[in-house]
């Protein structure tokens, strides 16, 4: 019997979300975003995300992954799930979440995928481009979000709208830029300031003034060829903190 899945088994957004490094670099452009988003104190009213952004983020790749890779009815079984956890925290504060937040965030999912896989690997076709922004669609739709694009091409000229009108600078950002320097040291926050300039829009970039000269070129260039003989396993323990190890193995699909 043949099982019908989400995501299509020879899908472009199978090969983006089957690899860590590509998953750690859509987290790490939508933890810059997220920050400056002005509906971030949504993620701060349960207090899980300033708590512990790092665990907050592997919770979220669980979710989006288990969707991705799963059977339709699994996959639905999921999103459902993640619509009754929005609506408890929504009845908790007493108003509801904004739709073009959740919109956000879906444009998120899709804009970084393709960025972080183009930054990584190669140029995406337009064909698998609108294979990344079908799956989120059609994620964005079972949520029951509204006012989503219907066309990769409208999908583009609202990202970019979105990103003039729902960003902004604010205590937020600072406190959350803080948590993630606190949570992942030093060495570790100066990487992830460099993956950030890079794979994070213009307009996020300048809001955060991050640098516009990065040295992520030449490491790109070093981590590519440690795949070669191995490497990039080590390498990317050394750039997350060691009590995810597990979490971060299990992202290879």
């Known amino acids: ?74 996959a639905h079984q999921t999103i459902d799930a993640m619509a009754a956890i929005h609506t408890s925290v929504e009845k908790a504060r007493g108003h509801a979440i904004p739709d073009w937040a959740y919109r956000d965030v879906l444009f998120m999912l899709m804009d970084y995928s393709i960025r972080a896989y183009e930054l990584l690997e190669r140029t995406l076709t337009l064909a698998e481009k609108y294979e990344v922004f079908d799956v989120f669609a059609r994620m964005g739709n079972r949520l029951g979000v509204t ?38 040291g030093i060495f570790r ?3 992830l300031l460099e993956v950030q300039s890079r794979v994070v829009p213009e307009r996020v970039s300048e809001l955060l003034g991050l640098r516009k000269v990065s040295v992520l070129p030449t490491l790109l260039v070093f981590y590519k060829k440690s795949k070669l ?8 323990y050394l750039l997350l903190p060691s009590k995810y190890k597990n979490e971060i193995k299990a992202l290879d699909n």
């Open 1 to 74: 019997m043949s099982h019908e899945y989400f995501v299509a088994r020879n899908s472009i957004v199978r090969q983006i979300w089957g690899k860590s490094d590509t998953i750690l670099f859509i987290f790490a452009g939508a933890s810059a975003e997220f920050a400056l988003n002005k509906a971030v104190d949504w993620l701060y009213f349960t207090g899980r995300l300033p708590a512990d952004p790092l665990g907050r983020l592997f919770s979220t790749v669980s979710y989006a992954r288990t969707i991705v890779f799963s059977e339709k009815q699994r």
């Open 229 to 236: 003989f191995h490497m990039d396993g080590v390498l990317r």
């Open 189 to 191: 926050y100066r990487i």
């Open 147 to 184: 006012g989503l694009p219907e066309t990769f091409a409208e999908f583009i000229i609202m990202r970019q709208a979105h990103l003039n009108q729902n960003l902004q600078r604010s205590s937020y950002t600072d406190d959350l830029y803080q948590q993630y320097k606190r949570h992942l």
